[in-house]
């Protein structure tokens, strides 16, 4: 254990690592580690990049150590210990999903081809950009030397997303609230999942007493609250996503609490009847950065086909990136 960590972020002249970096060198992530910070963005975006490396001068943050800056992966993954992947094509009016999962599989297989070379051998992964969950399958798939299970999609913005409406709805505190399941793809057809959480330690659906408000507007809401933010904000939801980073990683490395549980999109294992080999989200609990999912939980009918919805999503996803 040194006091030290590597953490490489891509797409870093972007607006969700704009809005990470802070978070990160305040020490909301690792603790006190001291940060030795690899920034990677397109050779486009080099300019904006060194105006952000300015930026990070002029934060006289403590904990940061080092700065590299660039577009070349072979040098930044080089024995990195954490790599947040933010970079990603944007899917631009009239281009077909498969498009995307293609343009986005090419930019995750030389990713993940440099990571599997230069990175450290339990290096641990976070994908943001979307599709995230098929572009962290393509990152794992190619980075073979890499164990499975450091790998990892956000699907915690979805599930701040689920607890804080639940708050909302009970008129408790955020901190009332535990549980609550993000399951399957980071994209509509998620299925944000009640039925195991609690509020005040009562039983969601009791506390809430509301089964259409539980089973539609809820489930609606937070599938959908990218759109309702981008449509209001006339931007996508940058600060609740570099948000959700932190909460992913902090989590991940410090571990979750006890009797609590967290959503990440990881490695199946062929838990809950998901096939194996799909980044799916699941409730996990961690320690020490590593993770369990956790096992044993009743899905009733209900659950089960919404969630065979999202996993056909994440197959076909997974058809059309490696048909490519
Ligand atoms: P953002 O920083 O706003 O978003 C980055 C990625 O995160 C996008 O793929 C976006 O998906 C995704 N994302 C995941 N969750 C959310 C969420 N809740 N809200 C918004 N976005 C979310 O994009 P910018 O365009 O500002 O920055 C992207 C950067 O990536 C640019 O600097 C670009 O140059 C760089 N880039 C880097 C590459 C590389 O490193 N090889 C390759 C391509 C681009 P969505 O598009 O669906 O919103």
């Not at 699907?155 to 639940?166: E, F, V, Y």
């Not at 708050?167 to 039925?195: E, F, M, R």
């Not at 937070?222 to 981008?230: D, H, W």
Request: aromatic share 8%; net charge neutral.
């Amino acid at each position: 254990e040194t006091d030290e960590i590597n953490v490489c972020v891509t797409g870093a002249a972007g607006q969700i690592g704009y809005a990470f970096l802070p978070l990160l060198l305040t020490g909301q992530c690792f603790g006190d580690k001291k940060i030795n910070l690899r920034l990677l963005d397109v050779p486009q975006a080099e300019s904006i990049l060194q105006g952000v490396e300015l930026e990070l001068q002029d934060g006289a943050y403590p904990l940061l150590k080092s700065i590299k800056t660039g577009s070349d992966e072979t040098t930044l993954f080089k024995d990195v210990d954490v790599a947040v992947f933010i970079g990603g094509f944007p899917r631009k009016p009239g281009m077909e999903r498969k498009d995307l999962l293609t343009i986005n599989g090419n930019i995750f297989k030389k990713q993940g081809q440099a990571l599997d070379t230069v990175a450290k051998k339990n290096c641990k992964s976070l994908v943001v950009a979307n599709p995230a969950n098929t572009n962290c399958l393509i990152l794992a798939e190619t980075a073979k030397s890499i164990p499975k299970q450091n790998f990892s999609a956000l699907t915690r913005l979805d599930h701040n997303r689920a607890i804080s409406q639940i708050a909302l709805k009970a008129g408790c505190s955020i901190t009332d609230v535990k549980n609550v399941i993000i399951w399957g793809n980071h994209s509509t057809t998620q299925y944000p999942d009640v039925n195991h959480g609690t509020v005040l330690g009562k039983r969601i659906r009791q506390f809430i007493n509301d089964e259409a408000y539980l089973n539609n507007a809820f489930i609606e809401r937070v599938q959908k609250r990218g759109g309702e933010v981008l449509a209001a904000r006339k931007n996508s939801s940058v600060m609740s996503a570099a948000n959700a980073v932190k909460d992913h990683l902090h989590d991940w490395y410090f571990g979750t609490k006890q009797g609590e549980f967290v959503s990440m999109a990881v490695y199946s294992d062929g838990s809950y009847g998901v096939p194996n080999g799909l980044i799916f989200s699941y409730p996990v609990t961690c320690s020490n950065f590593n993770y369990k999912i956790v096992q044993g939980l009743h899905i009733d009918e209900f659950s089960k086909e919404k969630i065979r919805i999202t996993t056909e999503e994440l197959l076909s996803e997974k058809a059309d990136a490696f048909s490519a």
